[in-house]
Nanobody, 128 residues
C-alpha cells in the first residue's frame, strides 16, 4: 500500500498559479502510474493528469492530460523526494475543486477506477 499526502491548495484569483505536491511513502516501488484528479461539488471525480511508467524496469514515463488543462497544467515527479507535483498556471474558476493524488499498480492505468491508493485531497478555489 502507498500512503499519499497532498499539500499546496488554497485560494487564488483567476489567472494565478498554484503548485500542488503529493508526498508518497510505503510501497512506492509498486506504483506503475501516479496522477492528479479533481472533484467539484456535485460532479464526479475526473482525471486531471497522469504519469505512467513504460514498464517495471524503465525510468521512462509518459504524461497525459485532460483536454481542459492542456497547456496550463504540468505534472512531474521528484524521485529522490518521492513526491509528485502539479504545476497549475492560468487558473480559472472552473478549476475550483478538491484535488486528489492517487497511485496505481497496473501499467496503463488511466481512469479513476484504475487507481487504488488515494490521498485525502486538497482544496483549490479560484475566484473570478
Amino acid at each position: 500500500q502507498v500512503q499519499l499526502v497532498e499539500s499546496g491548495g488554497g485560494l487564488v484569483q483567476a489567472g494565478g498559479s498554484l503548485r500542488l505536491s503529493c508526498a508518497a511513502s510505503g510501497r512506492t516501488f509498486s506504483s506503475a502510474a501516479m496522477g492528479w484528479f479533481r472533484q467539484a461539488p456535485g460532479k464526479e471525480r475526473e482525471v486531471v493528469a497522469v504519469l505512467r511508467w513504460r514498464n517495471s524496469n524503465s525510468n521512462i514515463y509518459y504524461a497525459a492530460y485532460a483536454d481542459s488543462v492542456k497547456g496550463r497544467f504540468t505534472i512531474s515527479r521528484d524521485n529522490a523526494k518521492n513526491t509528485l507535483y502539479l504545476q497549475m498556471n492560468s487558473l480559472q474558476p472552473e478549476d475550483t475543486a478538491v484535488y486528489y493524488c492517487a497511485s496505481a499498480t497496473e501499467f496503463g492505468a488511466s481512469q479513476v477506477a484504475d487507481f487504488g491508493s488515494w490521498g485525502q485531497g486538497t482544496q483549490v478555489t479560484v475566484s473570478s
